[in-house]
């Protein structure tokens, strides 16, 4: 699978407010979670309180949740998981708490609902609005690796056409991996992110989970509706991924769906009325694309005092086609970036890799490969990944050769395990999965077969480009997300949104 575009992308306006068989199942009793590891069957009184740097006056709350590291060991060494929420607004008609996950994996929970709260004041009047760092990301014992320049020269070069480069660079990542965060690697997997969730049900008070999840939050959401189905409450599933496909196949599916949109993008930036600067067809914008990849790939510009590379321009281009309100961003950066300013294409990818304004990164990069190589035992090699890469580089120049970042797991210290992978929410509520039908990320293929293997979903789907539908300002989607949070009414069988 394609580090690069399994990725944090969060839905419509809040990306841009912001600015990847049935097994088993037990559900938390008094002494068992999912029949690994016993618990305290009390739940824990959290301690909300301010949150830092944020005024008390936007209402935020924060605290911090006590998990353990290893629900195989639950009276051992326990980690923090940082919580954010937003109290509902009307408190007499208050249903609860709505938990999010906006994506990643790796991306910071608390750090986009502050914020991004604003996009859900319809849901905030009778929920607490809720949120969280996963464990090994950020606030939650969040897996750093790298130092900051060490990550930016990283990913300005990763991935690499060479094999052995790609080799050394990918080796070179995962073995600082477990040199600073190694203690915490083998925990941080989508099943004991869902255990986590339970914990934080009981801990919020709430009888069953409300859950809004978006994109790898789908994943999260359909996993511990798997693991707890009669403590799954209203859930909602934008941007699906169906986490049964393999790594190299779920890379090829993404590259395709970039591609899609990357041609979407263009066809739209030809018919505006006042033309395109990249050019007058979309054959001719293209080529001008391209030709700056190339010249970057040939000779790396540079923006201020940092490098501009033929891959931050490729991260540049993807990151705006998570969302059609992003694509006036790249139009104005690609044809600044021909002139020779490279500064919108270094934006673009900043937001991407998840860089401050201050020049560090949030652990979004390091934590995203530890999840992923943690919820599988896949383990394909840079050789098996770079052929995926030459099979489509004529399909698609730009996105082709991210599929070598597949094979980061080949060098990977740690081993995965497929328990996550394994769907069947038999016995939960209704779920509700949506999909987009010109999906970079998440390919809408995906979204009807994650709505098949929950077995309790319906599918609603919205003819239309970008990632993420709810908050895409189409009322028929917000509408029956809403309708559904809200008053519990499952949108009809097949509902289609234009």
Known sequence: MSRKFRHIAIAGVVALAAMGCGAGRTEISPTRVDGVSTIDP???????????????????QCATLKVPLDYAKPSGETIGIALVRRPATDKKNRIGSLVFNFGGPGGSGVSTLLDAAGAFSTLNKRYDLVSFDPRGVDRSSGIRCLNSAELERYLAREPSSDTVEETHLLTQFAKACEQNAGHILPYVGTLNAARDMEVMRAALGDERLNYLGFSYGTHLGA???TQFPKHTGRMVLDSALDPSVGMLDT???QIKGFQKAYENYLTACVKQPHGCPLGKTTTKANAAVLKLIDGLQA????????????????TAVAQALYSQMAWPLLTEALDEGIKGNMAGLLALADQYGGRQPDGTYSTLQMSLPAILCADTTERPNVEDAEKVARELKDQSPIFAITAASSAICSVWPVPGEDTNRHIDASGANPIVVVGVTHD?????????????????????TLKGEGHGAYGQ??????????SYLLEGKVPPKGLICG
């Not at 790396?300 to 321009?313: N, Q």
Request: aromatic residues 6%; positive net charge.
């Open 42 to 60: 009390s739940p824990q009184s959290l301690k909300w309180g301010a949150c830092e740097g944020v005024p008390s006056s936007a209402g935020f």
């Open 223 to 225: 996993l511990y509706a």
């Open 251 to 253: 890379a090829r599916t």
């Open 299 to 314: 000779h790396p510009a540079k923006s201020g005092d940092r490098e501009v590379t033929a891959t931050v321009a490729r």
């Open 440 to 460: 970079p990320a998440t390919p809408y293929v995906w979204a009807p077969r994650l709505t098949q293997q929950l077995r309790s979903a319906v599918l609603v």
């Open 473 to 482: 300002n189409n009322p028929c989607i917000d509408n029956a997300v809403n």
